[in-house]
């Protein structure tokens, strides 16, 4: 299994970003993906969940709600994390990750169910 991210780079406070984590050598849609951040000298955090085969999704960052969205492209194999209202907080490396098989999203996440992961991209975000 191998995810690859792509977008992210450097944005000023209150504008947007798109990133997204292409993934293969996944066999069916049964499984979840996520996406976390990890901001310097801060522990990782996640950001939101969406399972694969349905689409549901659970948003966990009470600062990220309503300025991020999660979705998927089935068709593609690909997850995106659409990011706006930026704030100079939002500065983090950003990682999606893929869960094991048959995994569902859920309260709270674990992210041992998740071994599979991005290389990150950073997400700097200037006042």
């Known amino acids: 299994v191998q995810l690859v991210q792509s977008g992210g780079g450097s944005v000023q406070a209150g504008g947007s970003l798109r990133l997204s984590c292409a993934a293969s050598?996944?066999?069916?849609?049964?499984?979840?993906m996520s996406w976390f951040r990890q901001a310097p000298g801060k522990e990782r955090e996640t950001i939101s969940c969406?399972?694969?085969?349905?689409?549901?999704?659970?948003d966990y960052g009470g600062s990220m709600r309503g300025r991020f969205t999660i979705s998927r492209d089935n068709a593609k194999n690909t997850l995106h994390l659409q990011m706006s209202s930026l704030k100079p907080e939002d500065t983090a490396m950003y990682y999606c990750?893929?869960?094991?098989?048959?995994?569902?999203?859920?309260?709270?996440?674990?992210?041992?169910?998740?071994?599979?992961w991005g290389q990150g991209t950073q997400v700097t975000v200037s006042s």
């Open positions: 990750a893929a869960s094991s098989s048959r995994y569902w999203c859920g309260i709270p996440l674990d992210e041992a169910d998740f071994p599979y």
């Open positions: 050598g996944l066999t069916d849609d049964d499984y979840a």
């Open positions: 969406i399972n694969m085969r349905n689409g549901g999704s659970i």
